[in-house]
Structure formats: structure tokens, C-alpha cells
């Protein structure tokens, strides 16, 4: 395991030599786009993290937040490229699959180990996507927002650890469009456009494409020596995919007081993801699969947005509806020395919503918001096992169908207002009340030949109600110095497991609840060009739901994942973050975030008690430092270099319960390069990825029914380099 120290020391130094100014999870939002710099000002930030716009330093809670054009140039497609880059944001996985379809967010801690339903919510457009799509692709966006703590009272529907808001850009008078494409190493090429601009008078539309393909960084020798290549070791791909993204935008804005807004977006991912991964401990690229199957992933769905001013009332209205679905077989064992065994998890999520809110003045001192949210969501998972080859079982398992269908509604109602009775003092209050029913069904036809038998239905229900208050008080000290103390509870209703093995393993759990009390500091100097904030928080959680082992028919020999309730948890930690400019052209950001999160009372589903463990998929460090500079080489020219350093602290993968091993995966640190020729309305950029070429492993898949452990790792890339060329118009 890589030490800490090291770059604790240094971290600690940069700090210092700051005057120990203390920042939090901000300032990223502030990077200023790759290109000639004219002063040393970074643009203040407008934010809708509070359903309204507001200047990102006067927000009384943690945000970071990255523009369109940083997404853009460090080629940051989706989640995966914000760890390490937001403190405190991490993935956590479980038993059921090594694939995406059973990853969530996690922020603060809150969320490890989720099951079913992830603990912090994306939002986009203003309207909340399935899980299942949380690692919707970043393409043609304004910016994206990254709140940490309950969103519970504006947001809605689990967002307990925070919230993933991804605003999208709106089409306007001004045409623009741009191209841009990618080669690297890996044999991948993406190329992505956009356009959008004025149609007639009063509406304007705009479209936008990505598509790629790539032969991937894992390669697997199995197959091509089954097949024959005339004596010699040939490898073939083990995770090439290619996909196709699109979007197509409409405003229409007929008066002032009326502003209609339609996006539709569509995705579709085929390809090998290199399940169940690589061998542990081997430390290389190569997967030992003796077949190959193509996953595919599919994403599509829309929102419809309609703003209308009364004058001093404003109304808003977001109709929305997305449908994913998600198809992931692998082989099993992992390895040609046993044949045929072949996992399959299809998966497919649907939902319909509505929300209305209604927000005004009352007086020069007090602003208000109502609202009201309706959803209905349909959630499908069919999970197959045809495993003739394995030490447990002689017979082996066959599982043809294990079904579970979930039927979810929902209602709110929600409130906030915000009063200022001094100049430079905010005192704010929220309010919302929700009530959720889930109905389960669960068809099942599972055989165990020669020990046992099962083909059952069943159903059950369960409906919950929930208030999530919040509070927070913001003052001004100056006007380039602001601090708060906010408070926030968050709730995830409880539901059924996603893969039961009986009608009496179909077990409901009971809604989660944390408790948020954050204090922070946000700072502007110099003319902006020096931005830091601070946070730290505590949160107190009840019956946190965590995938776990139970047992059928009480059987230690016929584990089947499920999920479970601790009875108390506690995260504790801070995010710090700083942008400067100290001179003319050059930028440096800086952040870092430490989460202590574990259990305060816990006996998981075998009996032991777990108390006093810290969670898995929660790494206690994050930090980042990079700069960017620019230089000048002509009235149209720059020559720009970026350098990147993030460190992601040790994590353990794996709920620890029977089967579910855990594991301890280490700590990694990637440094990035970038050379950049920038143009008035071109650049042309040549990077590294990985620079040191590192072995980095991200978690930990554990094939269960053999003899003993048969863990894979996921893995990110090796060392890669590439082109990239962007042209704007």
C-alpha cells in the first residue's frame, strides 16, 4: 500500500503557505476555459443549487461545481473522471455484479454499500433519472454541480449523501456549433459535435452527437489460443466497445413571461467490459475468460420545462420520463479451466415524474419556493445463473429465472424560504413531506440437482411517509468573506432486495435517515483572482441500508444477497478547495477532503458485530493539485500546459458478510499531462493519461461457490496517450 505521508506533507505545505486558508468543495467551478487569459480574475459562478440562480460564494452549502468548457478539455466523460477530482466522491459496488449496473455515488460516506436505490440522486434538466443512469454521460452541458449533504428538501428522492445536477446548455440567438476529435493509443476514436442557434422569431433549437470506438486496455489470450493462431500466443480484446450518444434541444420563448423548453437525449453502449475482471493478484491487463459475450446499455429519455412569471410569481413546471435498460453476462469463474459457467443480470428502470413549483418576493427581504412532485417508477431485474462447473455444488446451479419487479410511487410536497432581516445575514428554512409505496414481485425458477428445487411467486408491499427538514443561517462578514452553518436531514425509503431466491427471502427494509450538521467558510480576494472555501461536517445515520448475506432455508451452504438495516453509523470529515491566479496566465487549483465514516452499532445478517468498522468504498483521503499555463506566442496563439496530480486513499471492497469477501484495495495516485496549441477559435492537445504508468486497482469482485476466494479486480487504464483537436464557430 502507498503511503499517505508523502503526499500529506505536501498538501500540508501548499496549505501553509497560504496563510492556512481553508476552502471546501468549490472552487473547480471557478476554472477558467483553457484558452488566452486576459486578467488574472476568475468569473464568479451563478448556481441553481437552491432552484434558484445564485452567486456560488453566497450558497449556504458545500458545491463544486465544472463548467461545459472544463468538462471539454480535461475530456472528463462521466463520474468515473470526477474521482479524485471532488473530495469526498467516491463509487461503492456489490456482491451481485462486477458491472456498472450495481454502481452508485457515494459522497461523505453516505451511500457505501447502498442497495437498490443509490443515496445520491442525478438530476438532470432538473429532473431525476433511475439509478441505473447515474453515469450519464457529461456531453454539450453548461456545467454540472456537485452538491454534498441531504438535498432532501429541494431535490426530493434520494439524495441523502447530495446530489449530481447536470444543467444543460440552452439554445439562443447566437449560432455556434463546434467539432471535436480523439485518437489515443488504445486505437479509440471519438468524435463529438454541436450546433445549435435561432430557428424562427421566437424558437431556437440545437442537437449534439458523440460517438466512439475502442479496442479498450485489456486483452485476453484464451480465446485466440482456443481458436488457433498457428502456434503463437495471440491476444485478443477483452473490453472493446463502441457507443453512440445524442441530444436535441428546442426553447421556445413566444412572450416575456413564457419560456418552454424541450430535451431529449438518447444513448446506446455495446461492448465487453472484461468481466468478472482481472485475476488478483497477477497485476496485469490480461482476462482469462473462455468466452466472450458483448454487454449492452441503453439510456433514453427527456424533459419537458415550462416556465411562466405572473409578474411577482414565478411558475415552473418539469414533465419528465427516462427508460434504461442494461444487459451484462460474463463468465462466471473467470478462467478456462472451468467451462460453461455463465452469469447474466438484465436490468431495466422507467420513470414517469412531475414536479411544479411556484417561488416569488415578499418584500425586498424575503424570497419563498412551494412545490409539489409526483412519480411512478417501474423497476425490473431478471438474473440468470447457468453454473455447471463449480466446487460447491458437484451438480452445479441452474437459476432460469429470478425475477424481481418493483413498482414504486410517490408524492411531495416541499417548501423553503429565505429571509433577510440584516443586511449580510441569510436565515433560511425548508421543508418537505414525501410518502413512497413499493409493491414487489418476485417469480422464481431456481434448482440446486440432486439437493433442492424452487419454483415460486410472491408479492409483498410496503408504504413509508418521511419529513426532511432543513436549516441554515449565512452571514456576510465582509464582501469577500461569507460563512454558514447549515443543517439538513435526508431519508431512502426502504424497498426489496433486487434478487431474492424465495418468496421468504423477499425481505423489506426500513427507510434510512441521516442527520447533517455542516459549518463552512467561502472566501474571494484580489479581484476574484484567489477563491477558497472550507466545510466540515458530521452526519448521524439510522438503519443504514447495506447489501448483505442471508441465508435460504437457513442453509450456510445456499447464501443469497439481500439487505439490511445498522442499527447506527457516523461520517465525519471536510472538504477544502482554492483557485488562484497567482500571475498572468497561469492557474492553480488545489483541493483536498478526508471522510472518517463507521459504524456506531451494527450486527450484520450472520451475527457478528461489526461496530466500530469503518465503511467500504469510502476512501479517507482525496486530493488534487493542478495548474495550468498559458503562454502567449502571438496576438492569436497560445501554448498552453497542464499538469494534474490526484491521490485516492486506500478503500475495502466488499460488504465482509460470508461470500461477500472484503477486500483491501490500495490507495493510487494518477498524474496527468497535457500540451495545448490554442487558437482564436481551434487547439490542438496532446496528452498523457497515467503518466507513471501505474497498476491501479478500483475494487474487488469475488466469484463465490468455489473451494475458496476467486476475486478479480476492476481496473483503470494504463499509461495512454492521445491527440485531441476542437474547433469552436
Known amino acids: 500500500m502507498r503511503n499517505f505521508q508523502k503526499p500529506f506533507k505536501a498538501t500540508t505545505a501548499f496549505y501553509c503557505g497560504l496563510s492556512a486558508l481553508i476552502y471546501s468543495a468549490t472552487a473547480q467551478a471557478q476554472t477558467v476555459p483553457e484558452k488566452k487569459q486576459e486578467s488574472l480574475v476568475i468569473d464568479e459562478i451563478v448556481v441553481t443549487a437552491r432552484k434558484r440562480e445564485e452567486r456560488l460564494s453566497e450558497v449556504p452549502l458545500s458545491v463544486q461545481v465544472f463548467s461545459g468548457d472544463a468538462i471539454e478539455v480535461r475530456r472528463i466523460e462521466n463520474v468515473d473522471g470526477l474521482i479524485g477530482r471532488v473530495p469526498n466522491l467516491s463509487l461503492s459496488s456489490n456482491a451481485l455484479s462486477p458491472g456498472k449496473d450495481f454502481l452508485n455515488m457515494v459522497i461523505r460516506g453516505v451511500g457505501a454499500q447502498s442497495a437498490g436505490t443509490p443515496a445520491v440522486g442525478t438530476f438532470v434538466d432538473g429532473a431525476y433519472v433511475p439509478g441505473l443512469s447515474f453515469d450519464i454521460g457529461f456531453m454539450d452541458v453548461e456545467r454540472i454541480e456537485i452538491l454534498r449533504g441531504p438535498q432532501g428538501t429541494l431535490f426530493g428522492r434520494n439524495t441523502q449523501g447530495g446530489a449530481l445536477n447536470i444543467v444543460l446548455k440552452r439554445p439562443d440567438e447566437t449560432t455556434r456549433g463546434k467539432v471535436a476529435f480523439t485518437i489515443d493509443e488504445f486505437e479509440t476514436a471519438r468524435g463529438q459535435g454541436a450546433i445549435s442557434g435561432q430557428i424562427s422569431d421566437n424558437l431556437f433549437g440545437g442537437i449534439a452527437i458523440d460517438i466512439s470506438r475502442s479496442d479498450g486496455y485489456l486483452k485476453n489470450p484464451v480465446i485466440a489460443d482456443a481458436a488457433g493462431a498457428n502456434g503463437k500466443v495471440v491476444s485478443v480484446s477483452a473490453n472493446d466497445d463502441s457507443s453512440l450518444s445524442g441530444r436535441m434541444a428546442l426553447r421556445y420563448i413566444p412572450s416575456e413571461d413564457l419560456e418552454i423548453n424541450l430535451a431529449i437525449d438518447g444513448s446506446l453502449r455495446k461492448g465487453l467490459d472484461g468481466f468478472p475482471g482481472v485475476p488478483r493478484g497477477t497485476k496485469s491487463f490480461i482476462v482469462r475468460t473462455d468466452f466472450q459475450i458483448d454487454a449492452r446499455y441503453e439510456n433514453y429519455g427527456g424533459a419537458l420545462n415550462i416556465d411562466y412569471s405572473f409578474g411577482e410569481i414565478d411558475l415552473t413546471s418539469i414533465t419528465a420520463y427516462r427508460k434504461v435498460t442494461t444487459s451484462l453476462p460474463f463468465d462466471f469463474d473467470g478462467s478456462p479451466e472451468r467451462l460453461n459457467n455463465i452469469h447474466d443480470l438484465r436490468s431495466e428502470q422507467k420513470i414517469l415524474s412531475q414536479e411544479l413549483r411556484l417561488a416569488g418576493d415578499a418584500g425586498e427581504t424575503m424570497n419563498w419556493l412551494i412545490g409539489a412532485y409526483g412519480f411512478s417508477e417501474d423497476s425490473l431485474t431478471d438474473r440468470s445463473y447457468q453454473l455447471p462447473d463449480i466446487d460447491v455444488f458437484p451438480n452445479g446451479i441452474f437459476i432460469n429465472a429470478q425475477i424481481q419487479e418493483l413498482e414504486r ?199 457478528t458485530d461489526r461496530s466500530g468498522e469503518s465503511f467500504p468504498f469510502v476512501p479517507k483521503w482525496t486530493v488534487q493539485i493542478s495548474g495550468n499555463y498559458v503562454v502567449p506566442l502571438g496576438e492569436h496563439s497560445d501554448l498552453g500546459f497542464y499538469a494534474s496530480y490526484r491521490y485516492v486513499d486506500s478503500i475495502f471492497s466488499g460488504s465482509g458478510v460470508d461470500v461477500d469477501l472484503q477486500f483491501m484495495v490500495e490507495s493510487y495516485d494518477i498524474i496527468d499531462l497535457r500540451v495545448s496549441l490554442i487558437r482564436d477559435n481551434w487547439r490542438l492537445d496532446a496528452f498523457i493519461d497515467n503518466v507513471t504508468n501505474d497498476f491501479i486497482e478500483t475494487r474487488v469482485f469475488n466469484a463465490f461457490f468455489f473451494a475458496g476466494p476467486r476475486p478479480f479486480s476492476i481496473v483503470l487504464p494504463p499509461r495512454r496517450a492521445g491527440v485531441r483537436f476542437m474547433y469552436s464557430f
Open 409 to 607: 410511487k410517490g408524492i411531495a410536497v416541499f417548501g423553503d424560504i429565505s429571509w433577510n432581516p440584516v443586511d449580510n445575514l441569510e436565515i433560511s428554512a425548508g421543508l418537505r413531506f414525501s410518502h413512497e409505496s413499493v409493491d414487489s414481485e418476485v417469480t422464481l425458477d431456481f434448482e440446486l440437482p440432486g439437493i433442492i428445487a424452487i419454483v415460486d411467486a410472491g408479492t409483498d408491499s410496503l408504504s413509508e411517509s418521511s419529513l426532511s427538514p432543513s436549516a441554515s443561517i449565512r452571514y456576510n462578514w465582509t464582501p469577500n468573506l461569507t460563512t454558514y452553518l447549515r443543517y439538513a436531514r435526508g431519508f431512502k425509503a426502504g424497498g426489496f432486495p433486487l434478487a431474492p431466491a424465495s418468496a421468504s427471502t423477499n425481505i423489506s427494509f426500513e427507510t434510512e435517515v441521516s442527520d447533517n450538521y455542516e459549518f463552512g467558510i467561502k472566501g474571494a480576494y484580489f479581484d476574484n483572482a484567489l477563491i477558497f472555501d472550507f466545510s466540515a461536517f458530521q452526519i448521524d445515520i439510522t438503519d443504514q441500508q447495506l447489501s448483505t448475506i442471508v441465508f435460504l432455508n437457513g442453509d450456510p451452504n445456499l447464501p443469497v444477497a439481500s439487505v439490511g438495516n445498522a442499527g447506527k453509523s457516523r461520517s465525519k470529515g471536510f472538504e477544502a478547495n482554492i483557485t488562484a491566479q497567482p500571475f498572468k496566465g497561469f492557474e492553480l487549483v488545489a483541493n483536498i477532503g478526508t471522510t472518517d465514516a463507521t459504524y456506531s452499532e451494527y450486527v450484520d445478517t450472520v451475527g
